[in-house]
């Protein structure tokens, strides 16, 4: 089977599992970059603290990138690395502020996907997988993000190799997958990623994809079978 068959069966195979997902709920797009900001390097939950706590402390968008450092800091403080994203969050809104006159994203909709993907990762802490996001969740075009279970996931299902980049595996697997399937993909691949392939104890006998699974067949049925 070559890596598009297997591609594409896992992604069928998924659906079945789980069905079409849901992303946590509609956002503008400056507020799914300030939210995905916020969850580098942590979970959902305290990302969403993080994000209220931040909008109820602050009016507008613009009362956030006026505000003291500090106090955007402590209102994120829950997301952790706050003395990190905190800054990002105010770099971004002062540059868009600068370049659009005003704080808006809406002008991404009428660039391409590669000139888009290049406007936001030019601001500060915004990377491939935040990049990503904003385009397939806010704007609808295909890009497919990869985070930590995505990552794993893939890895060890041997749509990409061992060693792989993150910021390489991006490009990886917007090739293998169809550009309709990212948006499914991306997000029953996290489930997956949570529930079963987690990182120190996956629990495969629990799997729908062992036997598409490069780490199951080598580490899990080998062993089994000795």
Same mark, same amino acid.
């Given at each position: 089977?070559?890596?598009?068959?297997? =591609?594409?069966?896992?992604?069928?195979? !998924? !659906?079945? +599992?789980?069905?079409?997902?849901?992303? +946590?709920?509609?956002?503008? $797009? &400056?507020?799914?970059?300030?939210?995905?900001?916020?969850?580098?390097?942590?979970?959902?939950?305290? *990302?969403?603290? =993080?994000?209220?706590r931040?909008?109820?402390? %602050?009016?507008?968008?613009?009362?956030?990138?006026?505000?003291? @450092? @500090?106090?955007?800091? @402590?209102? &994120?403080?829950?997301a952790?690395?706050?003395?990190?994203?905190? $800054?990002?969050?105010?770099?971004a !809104? *002062?540059?868009?502020?600068?370049?659009?006159? @005003?704080?808006? /994203?809406? %002008?991404?909709?009428?660039?391409d996907?590669?000139? =888009?993907?290049?406007?936001?990762?030019?601001?500060?802490?915004?990377?491939?997988?935040?990049?990503a996001? &904003?385009?397939? %969740?806010?704007?609808?075009? $295909?890009?497919f993000?990869?985070?930590? +279970?995505?990552?794993?996931?893939?890895?060890?299902?041997?749509?990409?190799?061992?060693?792989?980049s993150?910021?390489?595996a991006?490009?990886?697997?917007?090739d /293998? %997958?169809?550009?309709?399937?990212? +948006?499914?993909?991306? /997000?029953?691949?996290?489930?997956?990623? *949570?529930?079963?392939?987690?990182?120190?104890?996956?629990r495969?006998?629990?799997?729908?994809?062992?036997? /598409?699974? *490069?780490?199951?067949?080598?580490?899990?049925?080998?062993?089994?079978?000795?």
């Amino acid at each position: 089977m070559n890596k598009q068959t297997q =591609a594409e069966t896992i992604h069928h195979r !998924l !659906l079945k +599992h789980y069905g079409r997902p849901d992303w +946590h709920g509609e956002l503008s $797009p &400056v507020e799914e970059l300030v939210s995905t900001i916020l969850s580098q390097n942590t979970n959902d939950v305290n *990302r969403d603290r =993080a994000y209220d706590r931040l909008v109820s402390t %602050f009016k507008s968008w613009e009362e956030v990138r006026d505000a003291e @450092e @500090e106090a955007v800091i @402590e209102a &994120v403080r829950t997301a952790g690395l706050a003395n990190q994203k905190g $800054p990002r969050i105010q770099n971004a !809104l *002062r540059t868009l502020t600068e370049e659009q006159g @005003e704080i808006t /994203l809406d %002008f991404l909709a009428d660039m391409d996907p590669v000139s =888009a993907r290049k406007w936001l990762e030019n601001l500060k802490g915004v990377g491939p997988k935040t990049a990503a996001i &904003v385009l397939l %969740f806010a704007f609808k075009k $295909p890009a497919f993000p990869v985070d930590t +279970h995505v990552h794993r996931v893939t890895t060890r299902l041997g749509l990409i190799p061992e060693g792989t980049s993150a910021e390489k595996a991006h490009q990886l697997l917007e090739d /293998l %997958f169809v550009e309709e399937a990212y +948006h499914d993909v991306h /997000l029953n691949m996290i489930q997956l990623g *949570r529930e079963i392939c987690q990182a120190r104890e996956p629990r495969c006998e629990e799997c729908p994809l062992t036997d /598409l699974c *490069r780490y199951y067949q080598e580490n899990i049925k080998n062993d089994q079978e000795t």
